[in-house]
């Protein structure tokens, strides 16, 4: 396998909005404390765990319903109702400040650690809320990555397992309660590396761990589990 080097990265921070595009969010303050505007305990994870496994750590603190980091260039999803609208000038100064220079950061880390490293493991950290359309979600934690890349499914079971072995209580499932392959930062950087360099993950993690001593559980089970899956 070689030697691998962590790097966790968190595209829903925050639901911070610049004072320039304020305007476009009065009367929403509601909307962008809901999981639309962020993911909610998502910031608190990443931070913990980077800083217990030692890895570098990038987080998008604006707010996905300005512009949305995950997403591709191409994505309809990309801009949200609030800015959809806005001029194309406008929309490239977003682009530019906020989704390009976010994700160009990443990238200049992951070719860094290249260097001197066989291969990355990149974490992306993302909650979801627990019940969806009236519908209780029963998964706990959700491994989602592209599994008709062999070495990446390889990874995320192996990664499954741990977690598994590190916090039995909570359910862990690959590609629930969305799937890995569909459109989002990991998927466009898979493009741009061989798998046997880069493996790209997004944790979901369910949002009713938030605030409770099971969330405590929860960070100390993922660094476990993280730790020794990078050896």
């Known amino acids: 396998m070689g030697k691998s080097k962590i790097i966790i990265s968190c595209e ?14 009065e009367g929403k303050d509601g909307i962008l404390a809901s999981h639309r505007g962020w993911d909610l305990g998502s910031m608190e994870l990443g931070k913990y765990i980077a800083r217990h496994l030692e890895a570098p750590f990038f987080f998008q603190k604006v707010s996905r319903l300005l512009v949305e980091a995950n997403r591709s260039l191409d994505n309809p999803e990309l ?22 220079a976010y994700r160009q950061s990443v990238i200049a880390e992951i ?14 950290m993302h909650s979801f809320t ?25 990874y995320a079971n192996s990664l499954k397992d741990k977690i598994s072995e590190a916090i039995p209580e909570m359910l862990t499932m690959i590609n629930l309660p969305y799937n890995g392959a569909d459109d989002g930062f990991t998927t466009f950087l898979r493009k741009q590396y061989s798998p046997d360099r880069y493996i790209g993950v997004e944790l979901e993690i369910n949002q009713k761990f938030v605030g409770t001593a099971q969330m405590e559980v929860l960070k100390k089970g993922l660094v476990v589990a993280l730790d020794d899956s990078s050896h």
């Open 12 to 25: 829903h921070a925050g639901n911070y909005i610049p004072k320039s595009y304020s305007y476009l969010f």
């Open 79 to 100: 801009f949200s109702e609030f800015t959809a609208q806005l001029p194309e000038k406008q929309k490239r100064e977003l682009i530019d400040s906020y989704h390009l």
């Open 111 to 124: 070719d860094k650690a290249l260097t001197s490293f066989d291969r990355v493991i990149h974490v992306s």
């Open 130 to 154: 627990p019940v969806l359309n009236g519908v209780e979600r029963s998964v706990d934690i959700g491994v989602l990555v592209d599994e008709g890349i062999a070495k990446e499914a390889e």
